[in-house]
């Protein structure tokens, strides 16, 4: 116990202190998140399809979060560039990654990443899912899945498919198809969607197994031909278009999607709060155009089920990269 002359100098120090710890009551974190500016990190140049979905999702997190969600895009290296910069940042909620397909693939292209795909981060939501779609230039002879087999045959390496970089869904989803319809092309590696659509619009290359967001609009207005999908069944959205399986390459399927991840650390309640939000941005109307327009199926699940999501992806892929070969140098 304490003499009374302690007691006395305690008194105003207690004093003193108690305004401070009101400030941070239990569960801190959550109860002043988000008190700034939010950054999504997309790992892809402008323009793309991941771009598309991310600004729609920002703008609609930041109307549910009551602050600026931003969009900044960094891309290079197979999306290793934007990537590492958020599994280097504080795991404050502040700072977010737009993950896609290579999020998953690039622990089998690279041995040396320098972040762990699922120690370096904490998963907050599935965004949404969809599937690739092949198009051409309008004013190429290629119409059908049949055309593009029968040109790669008739000139094996010498026809070119663009992709978003090494490992991307347009990369692998090419790479699977070369494989599975016994042909030979030469993939073109881009920083990201846009600049690989602007060249096969240009006549640079020849074929593209591009993500919906990122060419529906083109194809709507004739800037591209559309002449399959890669999902394994047909798309509402372009019913008309046959899968790349019933087309001619049986047991073709491919899948892009999306998914946001945090800071490994990032506190638990501040990760459901995220996950909460991007619930309620996938039901903007915004969001139900993409659904409509460009195929994607919304998702906004748990935490739990990205992570699910994201292992199931990496065995599924692994196998692909493999047999071609691929790796990141």
Sequence with gaps: MLPAPHKNLLRPLLLLLTPILAAFPAGGALATYPERTVRIIVPFAPGGGTDVVARTLA???????????????????????????????????YTLLMGTFSHAVNSS?????????HKDFSPVALVARSFNIVVVNPKSSIRTISDLIAAAKASPDKLTYGTFGVGTSAHLAGELFKDLAKVQMTAVPYKGAAPAITDLIGGQIDVMFTTVASA??????????AIAVTSAQRSPAFPQLPTVAEAGVPGYAAESWYGLFAPAGTPTEIVDRLNRSAAVAVQSEAFKKLSVNEGLVMVARPPEELDRYLRAEED????????AGIKIE
């Design 59 to 93: 703008d609609s997190m930041g109307k549910d979060l009551g602050v600026s969600v931003i969009i900044e895009n960094k891309p290079g290296a197979g999306t290793i560039i934007g990537t590492q910069a958020v599994a280097a940042s504080r795991a404050d909620g």
């Design 109 to 117: 292209l690279s041995a040396k990443l320098p972040y762990d795909s």
């Design 216 to 225: 529906a609009s083109l194809v709507e207005s004739g800037q591209l031909r």
């Design 316 to 323: 599924r892929w692994r196998r692909v990269i493999r047999d």
